[in-house]
C-alpha cells in the first residue's frame, strides 16, 4: 500500500497531466518515459535532476541500451516507468 501511495505522490508531482499544462513550467524538463514506443507518460521533472547522480546513472544506462531518440520533441527515457518513478522519488528524499 506504501507503494501505491508513492507512486501516486510521484505522478502528483511530476506527471504532465496532473499539472495540466502542454508546456514545462519554469526550472522544469519534459521527459517522456516508458518502454512502448506509442504509449509513453510525460512528465516535468526539475532541472536540477540532471545534478542528480541516480537521474544522471539512468540517463547513461538508457543511452549505452538504447540511445537517445526525442521524436516528441522532449527527452525520451525507454525505461519501465515504475523504475522512473522510483529513482525521482529517492532523489526528492
Known amino acids: 500500500m506504501a507503494l501505491v501511495r508513492s507512486l501516486f505522490g510521484a505522478k502528483k508531482i511530476f506527471s504532465g497531466s496532473v499539472i495540466g499544462t502542454s508546456k514545462a513550467p519554469k526550472g522544469f524538463l519534459a521527459v517522456y518515459v516508458g518502454e512502448n514506443q506509442k504509449k509513453k507518460q510525460r512528465y516535468f521533472v526539475p532541472v536540477s535532476y540532471l545534478n542528480q547522480p541516480l537521474f544522471q546513472d539512468l540517463l547513461t544506462t ?12 522532449g527527452l ?9 518513478i522510483s529513482i525521482t522519488t529517492r532523489i526528492q528524499g
Do not use: L, S
Open 62 to 73: 538508457v543511452e549505452e541500451e538504447f540511445g537517445f531518440d526525442h521524436p516528441m520533441g
Open 76 to 84: 525520451t527515457i525507454r525505461c519501465p516507468e515504475d523504475t522512473f
